[in-house]
């Protein structure tokens, strides 16, 4: 596949699903017929609603977007709960593609439907697993945004339904399919800078306060059925204004607040660069510190502090009410201290090796450098290179059955498991200790037990079978 020649747009049977479903006659030309499940890009004002085309903050609408550039990829089913939104992502859909994808409100139906062969989900942190789980059981490959669920037990129950399937995942954590980053990673393994001993990971942002959040009707583009549905499998409570679409993150129940959002995105690098696996010891302090009387649940500010067998360590360092940019002049990244030097991994996936002072670049790449040997060796937009080669990844992969994607549940429950327990050691207000043989609790009765699983709306609790 050329990726310069892109579009431009920027906008309940148990099943297993055979190689003869993908590649057979309900899957002409070899295509990954894909359901998109949270496609919303809009914004919520509180007072009213609105779609916000030009809106950056439905995740799911951008990930939908290039999954709709693939050449062996076909969107045959959009699920949403907001119809407002559900009807602007198909117009979309049949703008980029000429085909008029399935428009579905409730995604129990979307993951049982006979013309999908892969599921992307990307609806609030809460619903994660259990969509997810939900579309495994049916026989499709699951592409899940990150983070894998709001606490370390809910993942390890997604994980061992797609053992139990066999079904291809990949977590959306784009910066894998980077090349830069992939080089640079590579470059550490070689030995050529010495063994890595601490990787630094930050991330600063400048998020508003969230105010004047209250109860309200529900609005007419969601519905009673909406409501219920977006509220999935966390327990039942009235409409509030500022949750949907986006604030949801930072409120307890529904979201996991920045560190397993932005946080999980460099912890992963910096995880995969030290080559550590489980940790030993997970702390992390801070607290609510900026933006005094705001309703945002989640602490702002996060010092998360990581041990692993072999000495090494991970450190990130979160505000999200606080946008300066300290480190390599980003506001997010990541630095991986060796025996001789170090290495640098920036936003959008750019990255470098820097001698032992870090005046001295040894070797570097671009955001968009793709390795390519045909001349043109960039791709023309760096924001949208990883997220591109991130899902063009999965696609290969589903096409092949195979389970070697760009991100496979092994590694995105370790790094995943760092982000949950930085919060449960926040709640706690104590170091987290893990066996790091099994990635489980030392001590399965401790006060960390108490956090492993979230509560659930009764007869919505996740089921393996």
């Given amino acids: 596949m050329d990726r310069r020649n892109f579009l431009k747009y920027s906008g309940a049977a148990f099943t297993i699903a055979s190689a003869g479903t993908l590649f057979g006659a309900a899957t002409p030309s070899k295509k990954m017929r894909l359901c998109v499940i949270g496609c919303a890009r809009t914004k919520d004002h509180g007072n009213g609603f609105v779609v916000d085309p030009k809106g950056a903050r439905g995740r799911g609408f951008q990930v939908m977007s290039r999954f709709a550039e693939l050449k062996n990829c076909e969107i045959t089913v959009l699920c949403d709960v907001d119809s407002d939104a559900l009807a602007y992502a198909g117009s979309v859909v049949k703008q980029l593609t000429g085909h008029q994808p399935a428009l579905v409100k409730d995604f129990r139906e979307a993951v049982r439907r006979a013309d999908v062969d892969a599921v992307m989900v990307a609806t609030p942190d809460h619903s994660h697993c259990y969509i997810g789980i939900e579309a495994m059981k049916a026989g499709k490959a699951l592409y899940l945004e990150k983070p894998i669920g709001i606490t370390a037990g809910e993942a390890e129950i997604l994980a061992e339904v797609q ?54 009707p529900i609005p007419a583009w969601l519905g009673a059925d909406g409501w219920d549905l977006w509220q999935c499998c966390a327990p039942r409570t009235p409409y509030r204004t500022q949750l949907v679409h986006y604030n949801w993150r930072f409120f307890k129940g529904y979201g996991t607040g920045d560190l397993p959002n932005n946080g999980l995105h460099f912890v992963d690098i910096a995880r995969w660069a030290l080559g550590a696996e489980w940790p030993e010891r997970v702390y992390a302090g ?65 990255s470098a090796i820097y001698d032992r002072t870090g005046k001295k670049v040894i070797k570097e790449w671009a955001a968009a450098d793709s390795g390519s040997q045909e001349g043109d060796t960039r791709l023309s937009d760096p924001i949208r290179s990883c997220d591109v080669w991130h899902v063009q990844k999965f696609t290969d992969c589903v096409l092949a059955n195979d389970l070697n994607t760009a991100q496979p549940i092994d590694s995105s429950l370790k790094s995943n498991l760092l982000t949950e327990l930085g919060n449960v050691s926040m709640q706690i207000g104590e170091a987290v200790h893990i066996d790091p043989t099994t990635g489980k609790l030392k001590d399965p009765n401790g006060p960390a037990a108490r956090f492993w699983m979230p509560r659930y709306e009764p007869g919505w609790e996740l089921k393996k079978a």
């Fill in 163 to 216: 053992k139990k399937t066999g079904m291809v995942f990949q977590l959306g954590t784009q910066r894998r399919s980077s090349y830069a980053t992939k080089s640079a990673v590579e470059y550490i393994r070689s030995g050529q800078i010495g063994k890595p001993h601490w990787a630094k990971a930050w991330c600063l942002s400048d998020r508003p306060a969230i105010r004047n959040v209250r109860k309200e």
């Fill in 286 to 350: 801070g607290g609510h510190l900026f933006c005094e009387g705001e309703d945002w649940n989640w602490d702002d500010t996060h010092m998360l502090t990581v041990q692993f067998p072999e000495k090494k360590y991970l450190t990130w360092e979160g505000c999200s009410h606080a946008g300066a940019m300290p480190f390599m002049g980003k506001w997010t990244g990541c630095l991986v201290y060796c025996d001789d030097g170090l290495a640098f991994f920036g936003p959008l996936g750019e």
